[in-house]
Antibody, heavy 121, light 107 residues
Framework: EVQLVESGGGLVQPGGSLKLSCAAS????????MHWVRQASGKGLEWVGR??????????AYAASVKGRFTVSRDDSKNTAYLQMNSLKTEDTAVYYC????????????WGQGTLVTVSS | DIQMTQSPSSLSASVGDRVTITCRAS??????LNWYQQKPGKAPKLLIS???SLQSGVPSRFSGSGSGTDFTLTISSLQPEDFATYYC?????????FGQGTKVEIK
């Protein structure tokens, strides 16, 4: 059974940092691209960033709203993806989901349950 | 970035109604268009990929169509469990962008 479990959310002050983790199981993690999507309360879905697999050189990409502040990484030996968030702003407050894209497809077929990040003083 | 615009933003319908949600891309995206369903407090669920490919386990009352810039999600006979918010999403180019969502409510 495919599972994605996020952790690391919490309350952080503006300007602070937080690192989210996404633990994967039930599939070949090393062959999958991993993405992060966020959703502010009562709002729609916003793609945040992604990291491709090793054959794709672990290429990363980011939304303009987080570029230069957020970093997506992965540890294939631990079947875990990460989202390092720096210089956090109040507008980064949201539930953060990790999701996967398997080789050869162009959609998010499995999602984690989400972890809440609150940026507030 | 490719902008995705859904209409309507919300709708009220009754059980058994036929419901149609449209999604328009700001440029041609071929059939790189996916539909998701989200219920309150839950993660989104993939319904349809590549504009019209129904995911395994998704009821056949859901269907998708379109190509280029205009797409449609249709629910042929609305069921109580279908009341949710629906999002389209393009995967033609990075960043993969979502529509703003369509909330389907009980009439």
């Amino acid at each position: 059974e495919v599972q994605l479990v996020e952790s690391g959310g919490g309350l952080v002050q503006p300007g602070g940092s937080l690192k989210l983790s996404c633990a994967a199981s039930g599939f070949t993690f090393s062959a999958s691209g991993m993405h992060w999507v966020r959703q502010a309360s009562g709002k729609g879905l916003e793609w945040v960033g992604r990291i491709r697999s090793k054959p794709n050189n672990y290429a990363t990409a980011y939304a303009a709203s987080v570029k230069g502040r957020f970093t997506v990484s992965r540890d294939d030996s631990k079947n875990t993806a990460y989202l390092q968030m720096n210089s956090l702003k109040t507008e980064d407050t949201a539930v953060y989901y990790c999701t996967r894209v398997i080789r050869g497809v162009y959609y998010f077929d499995y999602w984690g349950q989400g972890t809440l990040v609150t940026v507030s003083s | 970035d490719i902008q995705m615009t859904q209409s309507p933003s919300s709708l009220s319908a009754s059980v058994g109604d036929r419901v149609t949600i449209t999604c328009r891309a700001s440029q041609s995206i071929s059939t790189y268009l996916n539909w998701y369903q989200q219920k309150p407090g839950k993660a989104p669920k993939l319904l349809i990929s590549a504009a019209s490919s129904l995911q395994s386990g998704v009821p056949s009352r859901f269907s998708g169509s379109g190509s280029g810039t205009d797409f449609t999600l249709t629910i042929s006979s609305l069921q109580p469990e279908d009341f949710a918010t629906y999002y389209c999403q393009q995967s033609y180019s990075t960043p993969w962008t979502f529509g703003q969502g369509t909330k389907v409510e009980i009439k």
